[in-house]
């Protein structure tokens, strides 16, 4: 679905990406096409660090694409990403998550909760300067998931979520507390707009007999809801601002599929029964509540202007809602729907359908791994890329190239990273062994205006090497678990014949042979082989017995008819020293097996007894 956000647009300076992987030299901090050379003084990162890179935690770029910081198990370390400067060092242990304000000027830092002595509570949300490392206001969050504080675009306001209330913060005056508060009971989720005048939309989930809501507010004014929509069958939601902060889409979502049609249940990757709302104030302050309803019962799907007392019927949306995304100018949207084979659908900001896209688009995970790059002015479609097992897909913010990455722990072979033109040309190819991030510098669409299409570009030796290179040939053996990888095999686990595993042809047909093979190593081998023996013996001794039979005379006669019967010489006494030898002989077996250990059956050991008989 980022596939949406392809602008193609001039290149003012190469772009910068850092990628993180789990080596002596773990960060790289790289420029992207056409050079792809190390940024300057940034090689030695080791000599930043008390410990060694490879145990870097985590890394994220300013919103601005301004700073680079690095959380290492001792320290979070600040850089220009521009030069790779420090600026400054949180000498903070064990941080795990970090997050920047909007302009970069504040920082907040994540660590696990941990128990204390004495009954006291663990601050382990921070927020920071950025340029000075001071601590400004610290917190107790638990949960890992949604664990940063949410700014306004011009940071003069933060906010935080606890039991029932959203606190807000003014950052001029954080050491005087709380600013004011937006108490709403059972409230479970919160988000910010973007624009330079915010909103908070807030949503709370069933309870009871009493529906879901979605209510947005004014953070100047939290008496009464400038907008709000309420709708049974929804435990959770994403909200989607557009980068203006006039249009909000909010996707919901059942933990149950009761219809039995989704097999994840509530996984956000398929969701069982969803509504997308687009809440819009249409750039006033007049808001509008627009729903696009998905039905499983394929009835027909309606957009609602309640203020308008009109009602628009749109194409039926059957099946879940899998992804949405807004246009970067804020006036556009895209939603991939349906079971599979999936749809997507184009749409302006009052959800008037614009294109359709056609059945089966391409995507990752149990799909096939391609991307397809449209052209937004005709709505024709580019190039497709083939990019399998991808787990990341990242446009450049100059919208000419695209990167896909292989990371782990998901995927923990054929990691590496991936760069394409929109045109479908690869013109980077990398693998790195288990890179676990991959990121590029972020920067302002204003630094790239629009531009008409371009062929693809020159690239240069260093990195048609690279796309050329042919994948090295993986040696395929046991496998063995990740803290004993490196390590000498204990002898335990040897084979007998572990160091003469050499492959050669014998006179045995054109198999390979191992070496020793024949070598007797194991019990079950014994066993196995005492097995062959005696079906061997047995069906030797089945011909001969067939052989003998067909030895014996058979005599013609003809009857009184003229027909011809046949029939054995062999008198009654005879027959029956035929079938005695018989026994003998099965009796010998018996006795020979037991001798030999193997347990015979009930049937048999009594046939053994009738020897004397």
Not at 320 to 339: L, Q
Request: proline share 6%; net charge positive; charged share 25%.
């Amino acid at each position: 679905i980022s596939a949406y956000k392809s602008y193609t647009m001039t290149t003012v300076s190469p772009t910068q990406f850092t990628c993180m992987h789990r080596s002596f030299n773990n960060l790289s901090l790289v420029l992207g096409h056409p050079t792809y050379q190390t940024v300057k003084n940034f090689q030695d990162i080791d000599d930043l660090f008390i410990v060694p890179s490879g145990s870097i935690k985590t890394f994220q770029y300013s919103k601005d694409g301004g700073y680079l910081s690095m959380a290492s198990p001792e320290c979070v370390k600040i850089i220009d990403a521009e030069t790779a400067e420090p600026r400054s060092e949180i000498e903070k242990k064990n941080i795990v998550e970090i997050g920047f304000s909007p302009k970069g000027t504040y920082i907040s830092t994540w660590e696990r909760p941990v128990k204390l002595s004495d009954n006291l509570v663990h601050k382990n949300l921070i927020v920071w300067e950025t340029a000075t490392a001071q601590m400004l206001i610290q917190f107790t969050q638990k949960s890992q998931a949604n664990w940063n504080v949410q700014w306004t675009e011009d940071e003069s306001f933060f906010s935080r979520m606890v039991t029932g209330e959203v606190h807000f913060y003014d950052s001029k005056r954080i050491d005087k507390g709380i600013h004011t508060k937006l108490r709403l009971e059972n409230i479970v989720d919160f988000s910010l707009s973007p624009g330079k005048n915010p909103f908070i939309a807030v949503f709370v989930p069933e309870k009871n007999s009493a529906p879901a809501s979605v209510r947005i507010y004014s953070i100047t004014n939290f008496n009464s809801p400038l907008a709000q929509k309420t709708f049974f069958k929804a435990d959770k939601v994403r909200m989607h601002w557009n980068d203006l902060g006039t249009n909000l889409l909010v996707l919901t979502q059942t933990e149950v599929d009761k219809t039995n049609k989704s097999y994840y249940g509530g996984n956000w990757q398929s969701l069982t029964l969803n509504k997308s709302l687009l809440i819009s104030n249409g750039g006033n302050s007049t808001w509008r509540v627009l729903r696009i309803s998905l039905n499983l019962k394929q009835r027909p799907t309606y957009i609602f202007y309640p203020l308008l007392d009109t009602m628009i019927v749109l194409s039926n949306l059957d099946g879940p809602i899998h992804d949405v995304a807004w246009s970067p100018n804020s006036k556009e949207f895209i939603v991939v729907y349906g079971y599979m084979p999936a749809k997507a659908t184009l749409f302006d900001h009052r959800a008037n359908p614009i294109h359709e896209f056609g059945v089966n688009p391409p995507g990752f995970g149990n799909l096939a791994g391609t991307i397809d790059i449209w052209d937004r002015e005709n709505l024709k479609k580019i190039s497709t890329i083939e990019a399998p097992n991808s787990s990341e897909c990242f446009w450049s913010p100059d919208g000419r190239y695209i990167m896909t990455a292989t990371l782990s722990p998901r995927l923990r072979v054929d990691n590496g990273y991936k760069i394409w033109h929109y045109t479908g040309a690869l013109v980077r190819d990398e693998s790195i062994q288990e890179l676990l991030q991959i990121q590029w510098r972020p920067a302002s669409v204003e630094q790239y205006p629009m531009r008409t299409l371009s062929p693809p570009p020159k690239v240069s030796e260093d990195s048609v090497a690279f796309a050329a290179k042919p994948s090295p040939a993986k040696k395929v053996g046991a496998y063995r678990p990740p803290h004993a990888r490196g390590t000498a095999t204990p002898e335990m686990f040897k084979r007998e014949d572990e160091s003469s595993k050499r492959l050669h042809t014998q006179d045995h047909g054109n198999k390979p042979m191992i070496v020793g093979a024949s070598e007797v190593t194991t019990k079950a081998a014994v066993k196995n082989k005492k097995k062959r023996e005696a079906a061997k013996k047995k069906k030797e001794e089945a011909n001969l017995t067939s052989e003998t039979s067909t030895k014996e005379p058979i005599v013609s006669t003809i009857s009184t008819n003229g027909t011809s019967q046949g029939g054995s010489l062999l008198s009654e006494t005879d027959k029956k020293i035929r079938n005695l030898t018989k026994k003998l002989r099965q009796i010998a077996e018996l006795k020979e097996r037991q001798q030999k250990g193997d347990k015979l059956e009930l049937t048999q050991t009594s046939k053994i007894v009738t020897l004397d008989e």
